[in-house]
């Protein structure tokens, strides 16, 4: 079955990076978009950004160009997200998911990582 | 940017009741729409796929329709393990995905 395994929590300072990782397993790593999606504490679903696993070609939300970075190593089915300059309001939940999509032409997320929880704080 | 804007923000219901969850986009996006469930502590899952495909493994008191602007998910008799919350996401732009707000369905 399509597991998706996040490293662990995580606490940063103010303007420090951290990186969070996604191990793939159970299917073709490179066959499936991968995207990126936070909840800060008590609230919504914000979209960060996808890699294309297959090329590594990258999209970002405009609220985090310049500060995200999206990868993936393919000979261990691993994505990885960086987010530099770490600001307080940074903190959240951080979550992989696998864009599935169907012969219509639309997609969806049909498989998500547990979430890594990263806090920001001085 | 494609808005999607959720209502109500939360909902008290019970057990046996029929639920109704809507959510509107702000253009026609044909029926590109997805719902997600939440729980407290979990990752989001996937429930309603293309305005009104059940993913597998959903039980049937699930449901979902609507197409253009307006979409609906529907729980037709709700059961203890339901109280979550709900999102919908539009599928329409991509590769930019854009959610609601949420619905935060509780036990009256």
């Known amino acids: 079955q399509v597991q998706l395994v996040q490293s662990g929590a995580e606490v940063k300072k103010p303007g420090a990076s951290v990186t969070v990782s996604c191990k793939a397993s159970g299917y073709t790593f490179s066959d499936y978009y991968m995207h990126w999606v936070r909840q800060a504490p008590g609230q919504g679903l914000e979209w960060m950004g996808r890699?294309?696993?297959?090329?590594?070609?990258?999209n970002y939300a405009q609220k985090f160009q310049g500060r995200v970075t999206m990868t993936r190593d393919t000979s261990i089915s691993t994505a990885y997200m960086e987010l530099t300059r770490l600001r307080s309001d940074d903190t959240a939940v951080y979550y992989c998911?696998?864009?599935?999509?169907?012969?219509?032409?639309?997609?969806?997320?049909?498989?998500w990582g547990q979430g890594t929880l990263v806090t920001v704080s001085s | 940017d494609i808005q999607m804007t959720q209502s109500p923000s939360s909902l008290s219901a019970s057990v046996g009741d029929r639920v109704t969850i809507t959510c509107r986009a702000s253009q026609s996006i044909s029926r590109y729409v997805n719902w997600y469930q939440q729980k407290p502590g979990k990752a989001p899952k996937l429930l309603i796929y293309?305005?009104?495909s059940l993913q597998s493994g959903v039980p049937s008191r699930f449901s979902g329709s609507g197409s253009g602007t307006d979409f609906t998910l529907t729980i037709s008799s709700l059961q203890p393990e339901d109280f979550a919350t709900y999102y919908c996401?539009?599928?329409?732009?991509?590769?930019?995905?854009?959610f609601g707000q949420g619905t935060k369905l509780e036990i009256k």
């Open positions: 293309e305005a009104s």
């Open positions: 996401q539009q599928s329409y732009s991509s590769p930019r995905a854009t």
């Open positions: 890699v294309n696993p297959k090329s590594g070609y990258t």
């Open positions: 998911a696998r864009r599935f999509n169907y012969g219509s032409g639309t997609y969806s997320f049909d498989s």
